[in-house]
């Protein structure tokens, strides 16, 4: 699954409720939700070349590290 809707259902203290599209309630850091309000719509999306890009830097600084 590359693509994930949620919907803030509530804001309880310090969490936003959000529900997925399959009716699970998820509590999420409300500060991620700054300006955001109940029934707003987020569409969370993954970013595949960034994500392997993240790797290989990461890869790349402890070969530096060890290699000394």
Do not use: Q, W, Y
């Not at 409720?17 to 999420?28: A, F, P, Q, R, S």
């Amino acid at each position: 699954m590359n693509n994930m809707r949620i919907i803030i259902d509530r804001f309880e203290g310090d969490f936003a409720l959000c529900e997925t599209e399959n009716g699970k309630i998820l509590d999420v850091p409300s500060e991620l939700f700054e300006n955001a309000h109940e029934g707003d719509v987020f569409d969370i999306s993954f970013n595949e070349k960034e994500t392997l890009n993240r790797k290989e830097n990461l890869n790349s600084r402890l070969k530096n590290l060890f290699d000394r």
